[in-house]
T-cell receptor
Framework: ETGVTQSPTHLIKTRGQQVTLRCSSQ?????VSWYQQALGQGPQFIFQ???????GRGNFPPRFSGLQFPNYSSELNVNALELDDSALYLC????????????FGPGTRLTVL | AQTVTQSQPEMSVQEAETVTLSCTYD???????LFWYKQPPSRQMILVIR??????QNATENRFSVNFQKAAKSFSLKISDSQLGDTAMYFC???????????FGSGTQLTVLP
């Protein structure tokens, strides 16, 4: 157990809808990174937040957005869902200034119909 | 930009035997770290082992060890005395010290056979 939690565990949406995924970070961690893992592939970096500011982004369109709150928990929002957005979404928390090791939550399985 | 390549999509090993998973990476940085994570069917990504690139000594964690060849940009994982619970997808990953981002390979599905 890493102490990182994600909700919901899984959900089903239809194309064009919007979705919000949540991540609670491990105590003492000030950075949250989000990843998209398509079936049979490795995780792809979406973006990360350090002390409530986005400080890195992968090759994802602006309809993927996020927030980090003062308690360092985080949200991932995806607008105008597409079929290809179906994936496992992982968040990882870590102490972004002093360490390099990330601890992952159990993931949210998103299915877009 | 960093890239990580895992050329073995699937591997199998008999229980109690030893298996080695391969990984190569590419980076222009001097400050980076390498990781192996395992992802069992439960989907939870679990840290297996970490290697600091500036250290020549290979990292070990109980039955898990790495062979880090910096000049060749190779980072293989050796699992000794394989156990059924080792069955999982294994991901090699590289952390950029400048961008502070983690890049994953495509994974190797390891099956331990009884």
């Amino acid at each position: 157990e890493t102490g990182v939690t994600q909700s919901p565990t899984h959900l089903i949406k239809t194309r064009g809808q919007q979705v919000t995924l949540r991540c609670s970070s491990q105590s003492g961690h000030n950075t949250v990174s989000w990843y998209q893992q398509a079936l049979g592939q490795g995780p792809q970096f979406i973006f990360q937040y350090y002390r409530e500011e986005e400080n890195g982004r992968g090759n994802f369109p602006p309809r993927f957005s996020g927030l980090q709150f003062p308690n360092y928990s985080s949200e991932l929002n995806v607008n105008a869902l597409e079929l290809d957005d179906s994936a496992l979404y992982l968040c990882a928390s870590w102490e972004g200034t002093r360490t390099d090791t990330q601890y992952f939550g159990p993931g949210t399985r998103l299915t877009v119909l | 930009a960093q890239t990580v390549t895992q050329s073995q999509p699937e591997m199998s090993v008999q229980e109690a035997e030893t298996v080695t998973l391969s990984c190569t990476y590419d980076t222009s940085e001097n400050n980076y770290y390498l990781f192996w994570y395992k992802q069992p069917p439960s989907r939870q990504m679990i840290l297996v082992i970490r290697q600091e690139a500036y250290k020549q000594q290979n990292a070990t964690e109980n039955r898990f060890s790495v062979n880090f060849q910096k000049a060749a940009k190779s980072f293989s994982l050796k699992i000794s005395d394989s156990q059924l619970g080792d069955t999982a997808m294994y991901f090699c990953a590289s952390f950029s010290g400048s961008a502070r981002q983690l890049t994953f390979g495509s994974g190797t599905q390891l099956t331990v056979l009884p």
